[in-house]
């Protein structure tokens, strides 16, 4: 008994001891040097240089078509069967097979027609005070030109130009050479390198296929026939609406002079033409022509 209570008596002893010990400092671990993070390397601003088709809306698009129809977006690359509803830029060419017809609608709402055996390109477009400008040139067949978008289109051939201004108008190269345009509405202008020609509504003009520097060609001024206007609603619906007002004009209209007496320099003093220099562009604006007597409605 004596021996247990002496037991426990250094035991309760050894327990007061080692509370009252003093508590050793604690060790702070030791400091892990810490690099510095990188600061990212300065990248000046470079401005991407992105694609036509990803910058831009398109200038044109394929609404419709029918038969064998190709396209390429400019002349070094090949010609791939189009589609619908096909976007388009400047640069871009269509084609039109033996029994191919295409719609184009430019991005100002103007629609363009192409016939069968046509090859033509989107050559420019920009902004004008009446709407938006665009250039097409004609290289093979026949186009048609619905201006309801406002603006102008203007047609290149390699007998001259023909442009159109809130009105509808055909221009084609004629198989046997040449070239003819026809102003079915509105005011319509051809210019050559010899003479510019403004028609109104319901005349039309063919153009020789070839003429030497010293003499002029002699233009076909006409008025359109009944063929003409049938051909007309044939190929584009849209014009059904105009075509009587068309009819009541030209009924009402005289006929064109058969003669018509020569300017001092020997050019036929045709409605609305001009002389010019040899191989230059009109010494004066195309004088304008006066308006059928039934206006036609604006699109």
Same mark, same amino acid.
């Given at each position: 008994?004596?021996?247990?209570?002496?037991?426990?008596?250094?035991?309760?002893?050894?327990?007061?001891?080692?509370?009252?010990?003093?508590?050793?400092?604690?060790?702070?671990?030791?400091?892990?040097? *810490?690099?510095?993070?990188?600061?990212?390397?300065?990248?000046?601003? *470079?401005?991407?240089?992105?694609?036509?088709?990803?910058?831009?809306?398109?200038?044109?698009?394929?609404?419709?078509?029918?038969?064998?129809?190709?396209? +390429?977006?400019?002349?070094?690359?090949?010609?791939?069967?189009?589609?619908?509803? !096909?976007? #388009?830029?400047?640069?871009? !060419?269509?084609? /039109?097979?033996?029994?191919?017809?295409? +719609?184009?609608?430019?991005?100002?709402? /103007?629609?363009?027609?192409?016939?069968?055996?046509?090859?033509?390109?989107?050559?420019?477009?920009?902004?004008?005070?009446?709407?938006?400008?665009?250039?097409?040139?004609? #290289? #093979?067949?026949?186009?048609?030109? #619905?201006?309801?978008?406002?603006?102008?289109?203007?047609?290149?051939?390699?007998?001259?130009?023909?442009?159109?201004?809130?009105?509808?108008?055909?221009?084609?190269?004629?198989?046997?050479?040449?070239?003819?345009?026809?102003?079915?509405?509105?005011?319509?202008?051809?210019?050559?390198?010899?003479?510019?020609?403004?028609?109104?509504?319901?005349?039309?003009?063919?153009?020789?296929?070839?003429?030497?520097?010293?003499?002029?060609?002699?233009?076909?001024?006409?008025?359109?026939?009944?063929?003409?206007?049938?051909?007309?609603?044939?190929?584009?619906?849209?014009?059904?609406?105009?075509?009587?007002? *068309?009819?009541?004009?030209?009924?009402?209209?005289?006929?064109?002079?058969?003669?018509?007496?020569?300017?001092?320099?020997?050019?036929?003093?045709?409605?609305?033409?001009?002389? /010019?220099?040899?191989?230059?562009?009109?010494?004066?604006?195309?004088?304008?022509?006066?308006?059928?007597?039934?206006?036609?409605? +604006?699109?």
């Amino acid at each position: 008994m004596k021996v247990l209570f002496a037991f426990l008596c250094c035991f309760v002893g050894m327990l007061l001891l080692a509370a009252c010990a003093p508590v050793a400092p604690a060790v702070p671990p030791a400091a892990v040097p *810490v690099s510095p993070s990188p600061r990212p390397s300065h990248t000046p601003f *470079v401005e991407a240089t992105l694609l036509p088709t990803e910058t831009a809306l398109p200038d044109a698009h394929l609404a419709e078509t029918s038969g064998e129809v190709a396209s +390429r977006p400019m002349e070094s690359a090949d010609f791939q069967p189009a589609f619908v509803p !096909q976007p #388009l830029w400047m640069g871009a !060419q269509v084609r /039109t097979g033996e029994e191919g017809r295409a +719609r184009l609608d430019l991005r100002s709402g /103007t629609m363009l027609r192409l016939l069968p055996r046509t090859l033509f390109t989107l050559q420019e477009s920009h902004p004008e005070e009446t709407g938006l400008f665009t250039r097409v040139r004609l #290289l #093979l067949g026949e186009i048609f030109v #619905l201006l309801t978008g406002g603006g102008s289109v203007e047609v290149e051939t390699e007998f001259g130009n023909a442009a159109v201004r809130g009105s509808y108008m055909l221009v084609s190269l004629l198989p046997e050479g040449g070239l003819l345009v026809q102003c079915l509405e509105g005011f319509c202008t051809l210019v050559t390198p010899y003479i510019s020609l403004e028609l109104t509504g319901g005349q039309g003009v063919r153009v020789p296929p070839r003429w030497n520097d010293s003499t002029p060609p002699a233009l076909d001024v006409f008025r359109l026939t009944e063929n003409d206007l049938r051909r007309w609603r044939q190929e584009n619906p849209e014009v059904e609406g105009i075509l009587p007002l *068309v009819n009541a004009t030209l009924t009402a209209l005289p006929p064109l002079p058969l003669e018509t007496p020569a300017l001092p320099d020997g050019l036929p003093a045709l409605p609305g033409i001009l002389p /010019t220099a040899p191989g230059g562009l009109p010494v004066a604006p195309p004088v304008r022509t006066p308006e059928p007597s039934l206006p036609f409605p +604006r699109p």
